[in-house]
């Protein structure tokens, strides 16, 4: 576990996951996923079911113009 890993959710790239000692650091590109910046996650899996679940709740609201 040297390298960072894109993290994608809905197609597009919404985070990095940088490790950590034995754990991975969310670093949130996108404004859906800002909540997560920073957390740690045990694994990259983890990371990226919590960005989609973002991801998926931000295309469920509505959108006010």
Do not use: C, N
């Not at 576990?1 to 000692?21: C, D, F, N, Y």
């Not at 990371?47 to 931000?58: F, T």
Request: net charge neutral; proline share 6%; aromatic share 8%.
């Amino acid at each position: 576990m040297t390298r960072s890993t894109v993290v994608e959710a809905a197609g597009q790239a919404v985070g990095i996951l940088v490790p950590e000692e034995s754990r991975y650091r969310f670093v949130a590109v996108k404004y859906p996923v800002w909540q997560l910046d920073g957390t740690t996650f045990p694994s990259a899996e983890l990371a990226r079911e919590a960005a989609q679940a973002l991801m998926a709740r931000s295309a469920a609201a509505p959108q006010h113009v």
